[in-house]
């Protein structure tokens, strides 16, 4: 057995506060949307522990963004460059997940603290990071202040347009964490990733199934 540092702190503070932001946003979202299905907690005070962990998490993104962009820790997100190559591996590792995973096969990718993801972990965390995550924090933004906001809501298309992307945002994460949930529990044990994600350690097994 192997150990590996791949999570450096600013990453997994990031990640932590991120991941119970989320859940606090997904559980006070659907209380708000939801009023006449779900009574958890008053509505008003919904509304304001949404827009809290909302400029928490808004603040807590640009730790996440800092640290890569200003360390060099960024390898970690850059795809490969060369076509052949990038199809190659992302379709070993799409064969891996697919039918290898259940043959007990190894994991092809070997993750290090420059290159700790695969290719289909870079495309979806940065299509999470740089797109989803952006687009509903903006939206969530225009919606906290409408009237200081009106003329970008008009050019987006209105209040109706801006708060349907903000749901369709809601139902993405949803899909997303439940991905992402089973992902993480294919290390060599079901919370091995989860402990790696709290220590920065990676243990690698000979049969590492990532
Ligand atoms: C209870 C909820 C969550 C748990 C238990 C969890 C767990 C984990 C674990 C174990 C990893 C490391 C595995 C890996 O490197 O692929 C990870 C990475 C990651 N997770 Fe989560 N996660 C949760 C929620 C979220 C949410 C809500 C988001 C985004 C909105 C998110 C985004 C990410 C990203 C971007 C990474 C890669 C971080 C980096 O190293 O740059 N996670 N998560």
Not at 76 to 81: D, F, G, N
Not at 87 to 111: A, C, M, T, V
């Amino acid at each position: 057995m192997k150990k590996v540092y791949i999570h450096p702190l600013p990453v997994r503070i990031w990640h932590w506060i991120n991941a119970l932001g989320f859940l606090g946003m997904i559980g006070t979202g659907v209380q708000i949307r939801y009023l006449d299905l779900v009574q958890l907690i008053p509505f008003r005070t919904a509304v304001v522990l949404h827009n809290y962990i909302g400029f928490v998490l808004m603040a807590n993104f640009f730790l996440w963004l800092g640290f890569y962009l200003f360390t060099d820790k960024i390898t970690v997100y850059l795809p490969e460059m060369n076509p052949k190559k990038y199809f190659e591996d992302s379709w070993r590792q799409i064969k891996f997940y697919g039918y290898g995973i259940f043959l007990g096969e190894e994991n092809p990718h070997h993750p290090t603290i420059y290159h700790k993801f695969n290719p289909l972990q870079i495309m979806m965390y940065q299509i999470i990071m740089l797109l989803m995550v952006p687009i509903t924090f903006i939206s969530g933004l225009l919606l906290w202040d409408i009237k200081r906001f009106s003329s970008l809501i008009e050019l987006f298309g209105g209040v109706r347009v801006v708060d349907t992307v903000h749901v369709l945002m809601f139902v993405v994460f949803c899909g997303f964490l439940l991905m992402h949930l089973y992902l993480i529990t294919l290390g060599h044990t079901r919370l091995a990733h989860i402990k790696a994600m709290l220590t920065g350690y990676e243990e690698l097994h000979e049969r590492d199934r990532r």
